[in-house]
């Protein structure tokens, strides 16, 4: 617990641990028994579960430093008000209009996670608005915002319990058809036919071992579950094999089928079917624009889409031929 209060990435991360679960942001903070710094205001009205329009307007964050968020957890504050002068996202602005796919890419440390972020409200915004379905993320209640959005991060998280529990989580009304069918639809239901206890074989931390493209899958289950009309998603393919890789590539093709999305791409594909990419470079958007009129353009989408996105995918196909020998 201690360990906990200290460093803002600490609690950063547990909060983002248990978005990924898609359980409550505010659990986190009950179980250390702290205020959350995200509060939801008097009079915030329901989000429809179909908004699905997403916009940037002008936003501009910097994360505010750990002593400020213990102490203002500490103190009962509603939220920090002081913000150190590392600003990191610098008035990005963008609109995904409803079943809109953006591709976010850029270098390390450009801002991309920092802006799925803030469509969880992780953290409020400085200045600007993060709009979902038009209304500003901060007028609305947070039960109804995180049924809303889901999120899946790269390392997708699974609770030591039943494969059931876990994904019901995310809808507790389910039946067992519907569980099926999400588990269909996410590639991974063999695995789970093949599991001695089924449904019911405990995961997690001690129980079966799940490799990291079966996490992903069951994670992608899980948001097929929850059907959220958005989809914040932190693309991960760096550590899984090549038959995982299209496992969860299929996966994902379902889960976003039909759905607003905001994607951290780290695959070419992705950002082939993006109808934007935003180039992100030191917190700003340097260029935007389709696939293919990036690379007419010849910029540092171009390079990146040279060394990152074609280098990924000539890796992929070395491990296939390593693979099939
Ligand atoms: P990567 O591709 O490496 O994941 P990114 O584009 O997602 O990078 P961010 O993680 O959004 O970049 O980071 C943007 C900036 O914000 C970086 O300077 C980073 O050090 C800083 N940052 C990220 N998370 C926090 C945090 N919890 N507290 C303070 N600063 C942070």
Do not use: C
């Amino acid at each position: 617990l201690t360990r906990l209060l200290g460093p803002l990435q600490a609690l950063s991360n547990v909060r983002i641990d248990i978005m990924t679960a898609l359980v409550s942001f505010d659990r986190v903070f009950e179980v250390l028994d702290l205020p959350s710094p995200i509060q939801e205001k008097p009079g915030a009205v329901a989000l429809p579960a179909s908004s699905s329009r997403l916009e940037f307007r002008d936003v501009h964050f910097s994360y505010p430093r750990a002593e400020d968020v213990s102490l203002a957890s500490l103190e009962g504050l509603a939220r920090t008000e002081s913000r150190d002068n590392g600003e990191v996202l610098h008035g990005v602005s963008f609109v995904a209009e409803p079943g809109q796919m953006i591709a976010l890419v850029g270098p390390s440390g450009a801002g991309k996670s920092t802006m799925t972020h803030l469509v969880a409200r992780l953290y409020d915004v400085d200045s600007g608005a993060v709009l979902v379905g038009g209304e500003d993320v901060r007028d609305v209640q947070l039960e109804s915002l995180e049924a809303v959005v889901g999120y899946v991060t790269q390392d997708a998280h699974m609770f030591h319990d039943t494969i059931r529990a876990n994904l019901v989580y995310a809808r507790p009304d389910a039946g067992e058809a519907d569980v099926w069918k999400a588990l269909e639809a996410a590639h991974v239901a063999d695995l789970v036919r093949s599991l001695p206890d089924g449904l019911d074989t405990v995961v997690g931390d001690r129980g079966y071992r799940l490799s990291g493209g079966e996490r992903q899958r069951l994670a992608i289950a899980r948001l097929l579950l929850k059907a959220p009309a958005v989809v914040v998603l932190d693309e991960a393919t760096a550590h899984l094999d090549s038959e995982s890789e299209a496992a969860v590539q299929r996966a994902l093709d379902s889960a976003l089928e039909g759905r607003t999305s905001l994607v951290i791409a780290h695959r070419l594909s992705t950002v082939r079917n993006a109808d934007q990419i935003l180039v992100l470079e030191q917190g700003q958007v340097v260029e935007r624009g389709t696939h293919t009129e990036l690379i007419v353009a010849g910029g540092l989408y171009a390079d990146l889409h040279r060394t990152q996105f074609l280098g990924a995918e000539r890796e992929v196909a070395t491990e296939g031929v390593t693979a099939t020998g």
